[in-house]
């Protein structure tokens, strides 16, 4: 199983959420990820990583492949490595 980092690197808190194609048993739900930290998805391939702002008015994602990082910078710069 593979995996993907998201990295909150904004200075408020970020809501994230990374679709599950690859991994039935994962959880598909928004997660609250805090300013400055990182937290981890177990996936299997191709997958969704999408942000929203608190009031869920704007998003942002990208599709991307398993054991990469993805950076969120702002919602109109998500940077994948």
Do not use: C
Not at 11 to 32: E, L, M, Q, R
Not at 40 to 48: F, K, P, Q, S, V
């Amino acid at each position: 199983m593979g995996t993907f980092t998201i990295v909150n690197n904004s200075s408020s808190a970020v809501s994230v959420f990374v679709s599950k194609y690859t991994n039935s048993k994962g959880s598909d739900d928004w997660y609250s990820v805090p300013a400055g930290q990182a937290e981890t998805w177990d996936r299997n391939g191709w997958e969704l990583v999408a942000f929203k702002n608190g009031n869920d008015s704007n998003r942002a994602g990208v599709y991307v492949h398993t054991n990469k990082t993805v950076t969120f910078n702002s919602l109109d710069n998500i940077a994948v490595h």
